[in-house]
């Protein structure tokens, strides 16, 4: 049976994720959706070039949302870059634009019929999962935000250049919203097999975290975009879902106690969320965890009445 991928949006995130999954044959049928058709166009020329010279094989469909009925995932990659460049480096300044795309784009999709697993890099990400996810009405286990998988691998690099070991030594999490209220759960970080709390001391854990919290603006003001780093976290994602492979990553979803959608480890497979994973948090971690709930919760809600001089960033 072929496999689909639908992805909405083809600037440098959505192009270089197409890039990803074609260099790694996950998928047979590729539709792509932009509004700008010129560059759209262009970026599946190119990329029916790359197939031709590497012998692979793949279809890709242009801006037909019918095609999407049975695609296996989508992934919404749509943003406007221009806009993340602001004062406060908050991403919560792409959501008046970003939340009536969302808007318009749901009901395309409940339009065609789609009953996949529906992924979510647009920012603010976690904001636009929980709008994506009301306005289509797709179940909760069905929309997934990337959420902190690319925050937790920030800190994960930052501890690993600290430590001089690779990052795949360091287990743990950075929790709450992709942005400026996330947190690194130190009690959760473990060092090629030691709590990292009994290695460094806490000005030297916040300086961590804020090297990793910071990692997305130091990329977006050295280049004008990230692509890279977010391509390979949902790749990952996109993975853990085509290959049912269970995996836990701390992605963006619905969290009952809160009431809103935030990063959180989750146990990931074929339908999607398929498990909430506890984690044993200092109760500096759940206050921390419950200010960043707050926070996406109050945009959420602005974005829902579009009470946008009310939005601070």
């Given at each position: 049976m072929a496999r689909k991928i639908g992805i909405i949006g083809l600037g440098h995130v959505g192009a270089t994720l197409l890039h990803d999954l074609v260099a790694g044959n996950l998928f047979d049928d590729y539709v792509l959706i932009d509004k700008n058709e010129e560059k759209l166009a262009a970026d599946i020329l190119d990329m029916e070039d790359r197939v031709a010279n590497t012998g692979q094989s793949a279809t890709f469909i242009a801006n037909d949302y019918s095609a999407l009925s049975d695609a296996d995932i989508i992934v919404s990659s749509l943003g406007k870059i221009s806009l993340q460049a602001n004062a406060t480096n908050s991403r919560f300044a792409e959501l008046p634009f970003t939340s009536q795309e969302v808007k318009e784009v749901s009901s395309k999709l409940v339009a065609s019929g789609f009953s996949g697993i529906l992924i979510v890099i647009t920012n603010p990400v976690d904001v636009i999962s929980q709008l994506y996810q009301t306005y289509t009405g797709f179940p909760r286990n069905r929309v997934i935000g990337t959420g902190t998988l690319?925050?937790?691998?920030?800190?994960?690099?930052?501890?690993?250049?600290?430590?001089?070991?690779?990052?795949?030594?360091?287990?743990?999490?950075?929790?709450?919203?992709?942005?400026?209220?996330?947190?690194?759960?130190w009690s959760q970080v473990v060092v090629a097999g030691q709590p990292i709390q009994a290695l460094l001391l806490k000005k030297e854990l916040d300086q961590l975290a804020e090297e990793a919290r910071m990692g997305g603006h130091t990329v977006f003001f050295g280049k004008g975009y990230t692509n890279f780093a977010i391509a390979a976290a949902a790749k990952r994602l996109v993975e853990a879902v085509l290959g049912n492979s269970r995996a836990v990553l701390p992605v963006s979803h619905y969290q009952q106690e809160y009431g809103v959608y935030l990063g959180y480890p989750a146990v990931i497979g074929k339908a999607g969320i398929v498990d909430r994973v506890p984690l044993d948090l200092t109760q500096e971690g759940c206050d921390l965890l419950a200010a960043s709930a707050k926070q996406i919760s109050s945009r959420v809600e602005i974005a829902q009445t579009g009470d946008w001089d009310s939005l601070s960033l």
């Open positions: 690319l925050d937790t691998a920030r800190m994960k690099r930052a501890v690993g250049h600290r430590f001089g070991v690779s990052p795949t030594a360091i287990s743990g999490y950075n929790l709450g919203e992709h942005g400026n209220s996330q947190f690194t759960a």
